[in-house]
């Protein structure tokens, strides 16, 4: 049974009062200009409003969430140089019921209300969007009516990917799923609620986009009002399709399936108890992005136009953008007036392989450790910034006394690389004197992602080499296709480690993800519905030069991984609604 989340506001909320009551201090009587709620309902501006709410806390960076971080500096992928950030602490494993900063209840919750409110007045006959038009009327009322279920599913994505995890009795949970605004009735009745299942919430929000699909049109093209291009950044049938192929992805993970189908055993380490089940959510996964990939078209893989790019790139399916300097602030070098705050990992540039596709481990790739960047994976240098590499008309000294070093400065980087993915290059956006903005992308879903959930879910279904039915393509095949698009130039390894079989790709496709998603707030979540080993210390390089000018490199320890218990692979619920109800089950560990 579903039980309803209560809310601890049940008015007409700020977002009608502040613009509609007034009040009059004189004395004198007036005439009552408030009011209420049929009237209310009625503006076509603040009832779409509360939808509009719901589209705002989407976040807008990828740093917005996470207080000026990005996600990656809690993993194997970077470190922050801000000590006092909450995600500095969360690397450390300093999580717990009181303090999560990478939880977002209350905001999903909130929004539930937005899109609930909305759904409850702003598409029945006390409205109307077009006095003029009744087809213009009834495609805005149903073009709102998708984007306000899309909404809610992907709200409730984002409660699902933060709070879903098994209990200490191996059940699967996700969160309580909320299908109306409540009464004061309701709100009296906080022993009622509960978590529903995993698979309960999954059904739902699939629901949701099943409805929203029906809705929504293809993608908004043209120069009309409604479905032109002026509204390209809201819910579409391909964002549709997208989050369901992500959201099956989640859903058949190992961590997310009841002690049925898998059991944890330990720190990255897991085992398959029914495999019939546990491949069978991988088939669904399969399908979902296959039906996805025939809507979305090719992917264009990520090249550094798309970070700046006035206009869409073909790339992004659902993105947000800002016009500031804020991440160049935030991740550029001291020497260049910034803070160095993000710091890639020396783990992190370890995985990208050479240009001929072989790993650097690999004799057959030619690595030079006395070069250790020349001929490398195009993919690199889209995604740090390393010694040597020109910015803004200076190039990067980050070796041992150089302007760009700890020993230059240090506020400077503590790995000794510095972020370049989604920052602008452009000349004096920093200038003390007269600093400027550019255009950022925050890119909340990607066409490559979407090819990597097909390659992740059909190697898992069939594996590496099978073309599962109704697809056109094996795991193995969009492997090959992204690296080529990124730029590697033999696909040769590729089917070496596919003859290993599944469980060897399974770990080259999950690397493949950490570099296409490095810095897109993904590896967190990748790492943990996967089960895979967190306590890896974050690494970085010490570069000392000698008198001739020559470099030598060494990898030095940075920063700890404390997340050496298996309660870790979850986020724990707030503390305030698990004292709400004694029905209210934690996850494993906490």
């Known amino acids: ?11 007409l909320y700020s977002v009608l ?9 004189d004395l004198e009587p007036v005439l009552d200009n408030t009011y209420g709620e049929e009237y209310a309902f009625g503006l076509p501006d603040r009832t779409e409003g509360f939808l509009m709410n719901a589209y705002a806390n989407v976040p807008n960076t990828f740093v917005a969430e996470y207080g000026g971080d990005f996600l990656d500096v809690a993993t194997d992928n970077a470190v922050t140089n801000a000590f006092g950030s909450d995600l500095y602490r969360v690397g450390a494993g300093a999580v717990n019921p009181q303090n999560n900063p990478v939880g977002n209840w209350s905001n999903a919750y909130n929004q539930f209300r937005n899109i609930h409110i909305f759904l409850e007045n702003g598409l029945g006959d006390n409205i109307t969007y077009n006095l003029t038009d009744p087809d213009a009327d009834m495609t805005k009322r ?3 009516k998708g984007e306000a279920f899309f909404l809610r599913a992907w709200w409730g994505f984002t409660l699902l990917k933060q709070y879903g995890g098994k209990a200490q009795n191996g059940e699967a949970l996700g969160y309580p799923i909320v299908l109306s605004s409540q009464s004061f009735e309701d709100a009296a009745e906080l022993e009622r609620i509960k978590r529903n299942t995993y698979e309960e919430c ?20 043209g120069g009309d009002p409604i479905l032109g291009n002026q509204n390209i950044g809201r819910a579409d049938r391909k964002t549709t399709l997208a989050l369901k ?40 996964a399969a399908q979902h992005a296959q039906e996805a990939i025939d809507l979305i078209g090719n992917f264009s893989s990520l090249k550094t136009g798309d970070f700046n790019n006035n206009n869409t790139p073909n790339e992004f399916i659902w993105r947000k953008y800002q016009n500031n300097r804020d991440l160049e602030t935030k991740n550029y070098p001291i020497s260049e007036f910034g803070t160095a705050r993000t710091s890639p990992s020396q783990n992190l540039v370890d995985a990208f392989p050479m240009e001929n596709g072989y790993p650097i481990n690999d004799p057959r790739s030619g690595f030079d450790p006395q070069n250790p960047y020349e001929g490398r994976d195009p993919r690199l240098e889209l995604t740090v910034f390393y010694n040597g590499q020109n910015l803004n008309g200076s190039n990067l000294e980050i070796y041992e006394g150089g302007k760009d070093s700890k020993t230059g400065n240090q506020e400077n980087t503590r790995t000794g690389y510095y972020l370049r993915k989604w920052l602008s290059v452009q000349n004096g956006l920093l200038d003390p004197v007269n600093p400027s903005n550019d255009h950022h992308y925050h890119a909340l879903i990607r066409k490559t992602e979407i090819y990597l959930n097909f390659a992740e879910a059909s190697n898992e279904a069939f594996g590496p080499t099978v073309i599962g039915p109704e697809m056109n393509q094996s795991a193995v095949d969009v492997i090959k296709s992204i690296r080529s698009a990124a730029g590697i130039k033999d696909n040769s390894y590729v089917d070496e480690v596919a003859g290993m079989g599944k469980e060897a790709f399974r770990d080259f496709i999950q690397n493949e993800r950490r570099l296409e998603l490095a810095f897109e707030n993904q590896r967190y979540f990748d790492m943990r519905r996967w089960i895979m080993p967190l306590t890896e210390p974050v690494k970085g390089t010490e570069i000392n030069m ?38 209210m089950i934690n996850n494993l560990g906490w």
């Open 17 to 25: 009062t502040g613009s509609l009551f007034s009040c009059n201090m």
């Open 202 to 221: 999954v059904e739902q929000i699939m629901e949701d986009l099943d409805s929203a699909y029906l809705y929504l049109p293809e993608e908004y093209t």
């Open 142 to 144: 149903m073009n709102l």
């Open 245 to 284: 192929s992500r959201l099956s992805v989640y859903a058949a993970s190992p961590a997310y399936r009841s002690n049925e189908v898998t059991v944890i055993n330990g720190m990255g380490d897991f085992t398959v108890v029914n495999q019939a089940a546990f491949e069978e959510k991988w088939v669904e």
């Open 1 to 11: 049974m579903r039980i309803n989340k209560i809310y601890k506001n049940i008015t």
């Open 546 to 583: 000698d008198e001739e000018g020559n470099l030598s490199f060494e990898s030095k320890e940075v920063e700890k991984r404390r997340f050496d218990n298996v309660r870790y692979y979850y986020l724990p619920l707030p503390y305030d609604e698990l004292v709400k109800s004694p029905q």
